[in-house]
Nanobody, 121 residues
Framework: QVTLVESGGGLVQAGGSLRLSCAASGRISSINTMGWYRQAPGKQRELVAAITNRGSTNYADSVKGRFTISRDNAKNMVYLQMNSLKPEDTALYYC???????????????WGQGTQVTVSS
């Protein structure tokens, strides 16, 4: 079973920065796409950013130019550098692995427990 553990969330003032990290474990030999999603109270979960195993990235329009996603394939980790944070970025941020190859086969659509990001105005 693939386990994802996020860290780095917290409370920050508008205009500040945070860096989220996500570590994937579980006898993983390779991971396809890693991503960050977020869910604010009363809203649906939405994609923030994603990165493929070849480094191609995709961002939500609302975070382009402010957030940067990166990954370390050797460590099975993904990061989200968040700059110029706004109150509307407040949400629970989740790490996602769409497909991981493990010793037991492929594990699909894996999620972490989430890390809270709160941006005060």
């Amino acid at each position: 079973q693939v386990t994802l553990v996020e860290s780095g969330g917290g409370l920050v003032q508008a205009g500040g920065s945070l860096r989220l990290s996500c570590a994937a474990s579980g006898r993983i030999s390779s991971i396809n796409t890693m991503g960050w999603y977020r869910q604010a109270p009363g809203k649906q979960r939405e994609l923030v950013a994603a990165i493929t195993n070849r480094g191609s990235t995709n961002y939500a329009d609302s975070v382009k130019g402010r957030f940067t996603i990166s990954r370390d394939n050797a460590k099975n980790m993904v990061y989200l550098q968040m700059n110029s944070l706004k109150p509307e970025d407040t949400a629970l941020y989740y790490c996602n692995v769409d497909r991981a190859r493990t010793t037991r086969g492929f594990e699909l659509d894996n999620w972490g427990q989430g890390t809270q990001v709160t941006v005060s105005s």
